[in-house]
C-alpha cells in the first residue's frame, strides 16, 4: 500500500501561480494530478511516468502547468501559473502500480491522496 500526501493549494488572483507537491510512501510507475469543481466529475490535469519520463497534459492546462517528479524522493510536483477561475478545484494526487499506455484515464490509478484545496478569484 502506497500513502500520498499532498500539500501546497491555497487562494490566489487570476494570472499568478501556485505549486502542489505530492510525497509518497512508496515506488509507483505512474503519478499524476487530478481535480474535481464543485458539480463536476473529477477530471485528469497531469502525469508523468517512470522510467521514461514520459508526460501527459490536459489542453486546458497546456502552456501553463508543469509536472516534475523527483524518483530519488518519491515526491511528484505540479507548477500552476497563469492560474485562471476554472482552475479552482480539489486537486488529487494519484499514482498507479502498473503500465499504462493512457495517462489519463483514473481508473487505471491505485492510489489517492486527500485532496488539497486550489481556490482562484477574477
Known amino acids: 500500500q502506497v500513502q500520498l500526501v499532498e500539500s501546497g493549494g491555497g487562494v490566489v488572483q487570476a494570472g499568478g501561480s501556485l505549486s502542489l507537491s505530492c510525497a509518497a510512501s512508496g515506488r509507483t510507475v505512474t503519478m499524476g494530478w487530478f481535480r474535481q469543481a464543485p458539480g463536476k466529475e473529477r477530471e485528469f490535469v497531469a502525469a508523468v511516468m517512470w522510467p521514461g519520463g514520459r508526460t501527459d497534459y490536459a489542453d486546458s492546462v497546456k502552456g501553463r502547468f508543469t509536472i516534475s517528479r523527483d524518483n530519488a524522493k518519491n515526491t511528484l510536483d505540479l507548477q500552476m501559473n497563469t492560474l485562471e477561475p476554472e482552475d479552482t478545484a480539489v486537486y488529487y494526487c494519484?499514482?498507479?502500480?502498473?503500465?499504462?499506455?493512457?495517462?489519463?484515464?483514473?481508473?487505471?490509478?491505485?492510489?489517492w491522496g486527500q485532496g488539497t484545496q486550489v481556490s482562484v478569484s477574477s
Open positions: 494519484a499514482a498507479a502500480r502498473r503500465w499504462s499506455p493512457n495517462l489519463s484515464l483514473g481508473n487505471d490509478y491505485d492510489y
